[in-house]
């Protein structure tokens, strides 16, 4: 077996000198659950260390027969959950011809579960783990907004389900991270006078790019705060008062040539934000 191969090499014969307790964790599925139990028991033996091994995706008896072995050559102690019966038996009953001490960690809570809900257990591998559609939509969604973040690639503009331009500070990050954790792929891109807004973002349909804008003075206020924590200077281009209006009215330019709806972001916390975003999506047959 790979796993107990893979220690063995690694580790070589023991030493006598060497009295860290070793503890195979042994699961079906990831194993992290047995590992934490065995750490956290393992912290009221302050005086040791302990070495936890694990050995995950057990589905087979050769694995079960070698880890038992490895166990036994080490004066080990095995851990597991095992939740298919026939593998848990052989474990048990292997272990006990080879002297090998083990604890069935999810054995008795199930048994206990089983008569409270009065009915079997299902017996099946990783259902902790077992992640549905919305888990997986949402982390392509977050994916999506970080690829698609600051303008970087504008052909993910064609596939977005809302695309959000507006000047620097008007909240495009944090906005498409939040609207992310809704599942929707977000785009964004900067409007800057001295550069051209992408094409594809005039072929994307109205309702699905959203123009962000915000009270210059405000603006002002956070540019300078922002080049202050860079440990820049407040007066730079970035924070001009001139630089800031001119940016506003350029972005405001762009933003009715596109056709798509503007929100004025001055004094709204990112959610209050998100939320009317969301409201005009829904609005807009989304």
Excluded: W
Aim: glycine share 6%; net charge neutral; aromatic share 6%.
């Amino acid at each position: 077996m790979d796993n107990i191969s893979r220690y063995k090499r690694r580790r070589g014969p023991i030493s006598a000198k060497e009295h860290q307790p070793v503890v195979y964790v042994v699961s079906d599925s990831v194993g992290e659950t047995a590992e934490f139990v065995v750490r956290a028991a393992s912290s009221q033996f302050s005086s040791n260390s302990i070495d936890i091994r694990r050995v995950p995706y057990v589905t087979d008896r050769g694995t079960i027969l070698e880890t038992v072995q490895a166990a036994k050559e080490e004066n080990a102690l095995i851990a597991f959950t095992l939740v298919v019966p026939e593998l848990t038996q052989l474990l048990i009953e292997e272990a006990g011809r080879k002297q090998v001490p083990v604890v069935d960690i999810m054995g008795p809570m199930i048994d206990g579960l089983a008569k409270l809900f009065q009915r079997q257990p299902r017996r099946e591998p990783g259902l902790i783990h077992k992640l549905d559609d919305e888990y997986f939509r949402k982390v392509e969604a977050i994916e999506f907004a970080v690829k698609y973040d600051d303008g970087r690639d504008p052909r993910g503009l064609l596939s977005a389900d809302v695309v959000l331009i507006g000047v620097s500070r008007t909240s495009k990050t944090p906005l498409s991270m939040y609207l992310a954790h809704k599942r929707l792929k977000v785009a964004n891109v900067p409007l800057v006078p001295e550069v051209e807004p992408p094409d594809e973002l005039f072929l994307i349909p109205s309702n699905r790019c959203i123009g962000l804008t915000i009270d210059p003075h405000q603006l002002n206020n956070i540019r300078r705060e922002r080049l202050k924590s860079l440990g820049l200077a407040s007066g730079a281009n970035y924070a001009n008062m001139e630089r800031i209006l001119e940016e506003l009215e350029y972005a405001e330019k762009v933003i009715r040539k596109v056709g798509c709806p503007l929100i004025d972001v001055s004094n709204k916390a990112v959610e209050e934000t998100a939320n009317i975003i969301l409201d005009m999506l829904k609005k807009g047959g989304k």
